[in-house]
């Protein structure tokens, strides 16, 4: 087999790549390991950016989004028993983002790719890339229990945290640079609807809580717990119990209890490898990157690559021009720093870390104070949240 971009995982990273080089007539291959089923049913992030939905608007993407979409405007946060609303969109003069979950954005790129026609090998896993200094790199994977190759003219990890691409770069080369935090998040699904339309935050001393939505009569609530948590030991009164301690304040709707019909836990880790590219592999997304889960960053930071790298391929291709695609590493290196540095400062803000002292949680107490309370920290907030520029 052969294709001019191979891309392996058909995530959200893979799946955007691939529609956006067909939208310029460049061919791509995609192997998934998983199900197409699996794919557009994993329970993921929640919110977009404002470029995110732009850029998915951009490439025809966008009627679902417009319909089913709940646009935001403020964060609730929750602190010292009271009310703290941010009104990110105030504050940048009209930014905004969306609550349109992440199985939802797969759905509609797996129809738009669907209805193209596009190659993507579903429950076909690769085992390994090779080649990737010489101008004819091979995806070698596994169809119906026999080894089979694909040869591109470049390869892209779209692979997720546990792929395989980035294992194919040399560990001389690589660099690693990692944190575990010591906390998880137990995430709930429940059929109540969310009190106000806005996403909520409680910085509570027995832990962290939030309240998202997914639909007028669904809500997704998380609750900080330990890393290695065993979702069973939390019973759904005790699970209420905390969102309620944690979240309600007085003058303001409590948390709607509801049917719970999902509960998983997920630990949080930042993480990032360097460099994103060698010779014609690029990784993009989670193979990449990842963030603790509070900045709402990792789907939008897959889609901030994908977006820099379609760019650099469709100049390759169209122009013969290399610069974008030489500079890809750079480029959405400088930015994801600036994307971790957020989403690790904003994860340490609002969790109660296990050990700290006293002295600590009153510097998490001032660093809320100015965050919500300064016009600086409001608009550093906001900027951040709705999305940093993409600069090529
Ligand atoms: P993925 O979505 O991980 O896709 C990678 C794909 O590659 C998968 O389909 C996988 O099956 C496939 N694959 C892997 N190895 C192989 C192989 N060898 N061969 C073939 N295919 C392979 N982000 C937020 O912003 N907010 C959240 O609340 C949030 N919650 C999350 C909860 C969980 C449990 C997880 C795991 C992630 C969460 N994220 C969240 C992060 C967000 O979902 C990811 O950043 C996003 O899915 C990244 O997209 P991606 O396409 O880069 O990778
Ligand atoms: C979510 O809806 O899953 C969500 C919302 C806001 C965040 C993180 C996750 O900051």
Known sequence: MRTQVGIVGAGPAGLMLSHMLHLEGIESVIIERASREHVQSRLRA????????DMLKELGLGERISTLGLEQHAIDFRFGGESHRLDFHQATNGRRTWVYPQHEVVTDLMKARMQAGAQILFETS???????????????FEQGGEPRELQCDFIVGCDGFRGVCRDAIPDSVLKIYDRVYPFGWLGILAEAPAPTNEITWGCHEDGFAMLSIRSPSVTRLYLQCEPNEDADRWSDGRIWAELHKRLDVPGMPPVNEGKITQKGVTAMRSFLAEPMQYGRLFLAGDAAHIVPPTGAKGLNSSMADVKVLGRGLVEQYKRGVADILD????????RMWLVQRFSAGLCTMVHQIPGDNAFVRRLQRADLDYMTGTVAGRLAFSENFTGLPIEI
Not at 46 to 53: K, P, S
Not at 126 to 140: A, N, S, Y
Not at 327 to 334: A, D, E, G, M, N
């Open 46 to 53: 929640g919110v977009l950016e404002h470029g995110t939905v």
């Open 126 to 140: 690769v085992t390994r890339i090779e080649g990737l200094q010489t101008r004819k790199p091979t995806i070698h």
């Open 327 to 334: 500079r890809y590493s750079q480029i959405c290196l400088k």
